[in-house]
């Protein structure tokens, strides 16, 4: 009875192990769970893909738009896609023929396709899912950002850049060590916008002796770079030195990239994201919420904002900024922050281990800012943008559905537009 099924000729969603550089945007983004990954590979069960298609979109190299023509009886296992290096080649139709008979089946049924099924949840309640309200399309006015120019699959593997810059950022602590550091690509075109990311390629193997996966790192410099004129960029990068027992711990890229000397050459990737960019239209707010490294992007938008302010070209958008960090030593660029004009930017800290003070996260900074808020959640012109670890992403848009609440606003209704206007960006990791 369950042959014709079996034998359906479905088109199976993989991701490509060559281009995917293990972003985690994908599998933090499925409503289903049907992501998941291995120190190597990012995979996608078959029995669980409902085929919504929310991860396509918000991937930074189309890695993730990769599909298989396959019965499905056969499909590919996860311990199958866990241990490629590249796509399997498309099946012939014999192929596929022959499959459907070793499933049971004289021939092959006709392509199946699922229509996508809301994401259940195990409680029989109606789960708050903040994914769904970030917006997978840039600002109308955002500039043309260019993609995969370097890597596997494009004409050039990687482009060469070189070290001209290695400063710590943050006070000398035993836990972090966050570093800012300046890549010169010379004469290699390599050009970038505030919001995107590149990839870089640790040199060496990894335990099972195959070369290193690309470390992704957002841009922390604005577009004409962090000297303006020269062909460079910026990156904001943090090692962690002991993880919560006291062990000491030192990550494959950020390890390498911190210990890198001016004049050393690293091998670079990308540039990728086409969403997460800032507006281009003078008069638009910015509303900017970080913690950590997550303020590599929101950096660039502030200097970039600066430079045009500079250069008398900067309107009346406003910049609002929330920057948590569990102390106030933790937190990269403090000092730089505070000397920026008052009336150029509002910035609110908030820090969750300050001896003999309370716990306060982005999210209570934001409550504090509640009426400033709301009226930029009506704005169209105004657009935020959430960045750092992916614990602080629901609260944060819980906080903004309370405030719209608090101002008579319905958050269905909102949401929605922020999410369709691509007004609310969301990078967590």
Known sequence: MNAPLEAAVIKQHLIDPEICIRCNTCESICPVGAITHDSRNYVVDVNKCNWCNDCI?????????????????????????????????????????????????????????????????????????????GA???????AHAYTNLYGPKAAEKTVTATVTGNLRVTAVGKEYDTHHIVLDFGSMPFPVLEGQSIGIIPPGVDANGKPHHARQYSIASPRNGERPGHNNLSLTIKRVLEDHSGQPVRGVGSNYMCDLKVGDQVQVIGPFGTSFLMPNHPKSS???????????????????????????????GKLMLFFGARTQEELPYFGPLQSLPKDFIDSNFAFSRTP????????????????????????????????????????VVLALRDIAAGAGLDWDTVGAELKREGRLHLETY
């Open 136 to 142: 997978t399309v840039p600002p109308w006015s955002a």
């Open 57 to 133: 979109s918000p991937c930074p190299t189309g890695s993730i738009d990769n599909y298989r023509r396959v019965v499905k009886a056969k499909a590919y296992s996860l311990e199958e896609q866990l241990g490629w290096d590249v796509l399997p080649p498309e099946l012939s139709g014999a192929e596929i023929a022959a499959m459907a008979s070793d499933a049971g089946a004289d021939e092959a049924v006709a392509v199946y396709e699922p229509e996508a099924q809301p994401a259940a949840d195990p409680s029989g309640q109606s789960a708050f899912n903040s994914a769904q309200y």
């Open 286 to 316: 910015i509303v900017m919420i970080c913690t950590g490294t997550g303020s590599a992007p929101m950096r660039a938008m502030t200097e970039w904002r600066r430079r045009l302010r500079a250069s008398g070209k900067f309107e009346s």
């Open 356 to 395: 003999g003070q309370p716990k306060k996260y982005v999210q209570d900074a934001m409550r504090d800012r509640a009426a400033d808020l709301a009226a930029l959640l009506q704005d169209p012109n105004a657009y935020f943008y959430v960045c750092g670890l992916k614990a602080m992403e629901e609260g």
